[in-house]
């Protein structure tokens, strides 16, 4: 029984919805997205609004499209490949590819994240990057302490915390036109992640100054 070959997209096809694509993410840089409209879209694109209904219902589902097609692609470049996160020395300050993966999905898509983020808090993208990063980190929670006595709360509020705070970081750093580089971003993530923000404990430091107020 002959095999049944995947059906190729005519090339036409693929370059009239880029066009789509493009011109909803050129008008979000300028407009709300609530403010625009398929003739909007078609117009940028340099298309018939007829042609855009042969491609997609409506805004919303353009929009839906580039998301996920962005998520797609942020979910497959955090997917470890080739490197054992077993083997990998979390606590050596240095950050793991993966993450450096992460912040580089983010700065090559630079724009769409702030169309989507920033300057359109659009609900659909935030819950489903929210939901990317709750994969990613449960998954490397569950791998790295199966045992939740390692854990200082509840795994499930654990995940919750360290998912939030990924969120919020991607956010500023994108709002803040990405002031430290992929890896430095990685780098703090990674230790904020596993150290927490103090590199000494405060109590840990109250202690060594109560037993030692003269200093060294």
């Known amino acids: 029984m002959a095999s049944v070959q995947p059906q190729r997209l005519d090339p ?17 840089e300028e407009h709300n997205y609530e403010q625009v409209t ?10 018939k609004r007829a042609t855009f209904y042969l491609h997609y ?40 590819p993966i993450f450096i993966r992460m912040f580089k999905h983010v700065s090559q898509n630079f724009r769409q994240y702030q169309a989507l983020l920033v300057q359109n808090r659009i609900a659909a993208f935030t819950a489903g990057l929210l939901d990317v990063l709750h994969n990613f980190i449960s998954a490397g929670i569950n791998m790295t302490e199966p045992d939740d006595s390692n854990l200082s709360a509840r ?7 360290v998912e939030s705070a990924f969120l919020e970081l991607i956010i500023w750093w994108v709002e803040n036109q ?22 000494v404990r405060p109590f840990e430091k109250l202690n060594q100054i109560k037993n030692n107020p003269d200093g060294p």
């Open 155 to 161: 795994r499930e509020v654990v995940i919750k915390y």
């Open 12 to 28: 036409r096809v693929i370059r009239t919805q880029r066009l789509l694509k493009n011109a909803l993410f050129d008008l979000l």
């Open 178 to 199: 990405m002031p430290y580089s992929e890896e430095e971003m990685a780098e703090m993530l990674m230790n904020l992640s596993i150290l927490g923000p103090y590199r």
């Open 38 to 47: 398929v003739q909007d879209i078609a117009d940028r694109a340099t298309v």
């Open 57 to 96: 219902n409506d805004k919303q589902d353009l929009a839906n499209q580039c998301i996920a097609d962005l998520l797609a692609e942020l979910s497959e470049s955090i997917r470890s490949s080739t490197e054992d996160p077993m083997q990998f020395d979390f606590h050596s300050g240095k950050p793991h």
